[in-house]
């Protein structure tokens, strides 16, 4: 499947983000690559995206590995938002929710946002995305947002031990689907959100609430070395997600790990 700036542009509604983009045939991690541009000091602006066919060492969260063979789509934006230190969670859910909507208005398919950054289908993972942030010349704190999404995949490109917990755009809509296409509606639907966001304008809660997630699902939160069992009752401020706890009470975490138990 090609994939080129100008293939790109040609779907591309945005004022800012996207139109400086580069594309490479591949990259240890987009995310790496913008990391280094900041540390740097190259001036690219906000919104400058990273785009690689592959990646050699792709990145999850917690350390773990993106599987990023060539048919998926990986790329990375910078983000240099004047926010407060615990709103870049709630960037983390706008990059959810953007892939939401791209994969919703462009093929039909109505995924599962699951807290904090997963995209699934069927219970099964679609996508993944992961911020990481840098304090670069001037103080100046930048994000880079990187998505991954199992686009042009088949199941016997993954590997063998995750290949019933994974699932791919091939897969579900049941044809090849234009990577750059799917660049643009991510972008288009990320930079509106994110404004909102920037402006204090957007009720995150809310654009969760209004999509389809894991509230009323019995889930597994590890968070600080604890293993705490409930069901999902809603989010809180500042990207956090609230539980109600088995055996009582409630309990709001604003990291961890969650797993789907039923
Ligand atoms: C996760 O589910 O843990 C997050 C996965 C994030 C993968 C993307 S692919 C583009 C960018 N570059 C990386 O190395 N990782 C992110």
């Known amino acids: 499947m090609r994939i080129s700036k100008e293939d790109i542009e040609s779907f591309l509604e945005t004022g800012r983000f996207g139109r400086g983009l580069e594309v490479h045939q591949w990259l240890p991690s987009t995310n790496d690559r913008l990391l280094s541009l900041i540390r740097e000091g190259e001036y690219i602006g906000e919104g400058y995206v990273v785009i690689a066919l592959e990646q050699k060492s792709g990145r999850g969260r917690q350390g773990r590995v993106w599987h990023s063979p ?68 001037g103080g100046v704190v930048s994000g ?65 609430e209004n999509r389809r997630t894991i509230i009323g699902r019995r889930v597994e939160v590890m968070s600080g070395g604890e293993v705490v069992v ?21 309990r709001e975490f604003h990291e961890g790990n969650l797993s789907l138990i039923d």
Request: glycine share 12%; aromatic share 8%; net charge negative.
């Open 70 to 137: 060539e048919g998926g789509l990986y790329l990375s934006i910078l983000l240099q938002p004047e926010i407060p230190q615990n709103q870049w969670n709630n960037i983390l859910l706008l990059g959810a929710i953007a892939v939401y909507d791209a994969i919703y208005g462009l093929y039909n398919l109505k995924t599962t946002i699951k807290w904090p950054n997963d995209i699934l289908y069927a219970d099964k993972k679609l996508s993944g995305i992961l911020i990481e942030t840098k304090r670069g010349a």
């Open 230 to 250: 409930g069901r999902v009752l809603g989010y809180g401020e500042n990207g956090s997600v609230i539980l109600e706890v088995e055996g009582g009470g409630r």
């Open 144 to 208: 880079v947002l990187g998505i991954g999404i199992n686009a042009n995949l088949s199941s016997e490109e993954f590997p063998r031990e995750i290949r019933e917990f994974v699932t791919s755009l091939l897969m579900e809509v049941g044809e090849m689907v234009d990577l750059n296409e799917l660049t643009a509606g991510v972008l288009n639907a990320f930079e509106q959100l994110y404004f909102h966001l920037v402006e204090g304008e957007i009720d995150v809660r809310g654009e969760l």
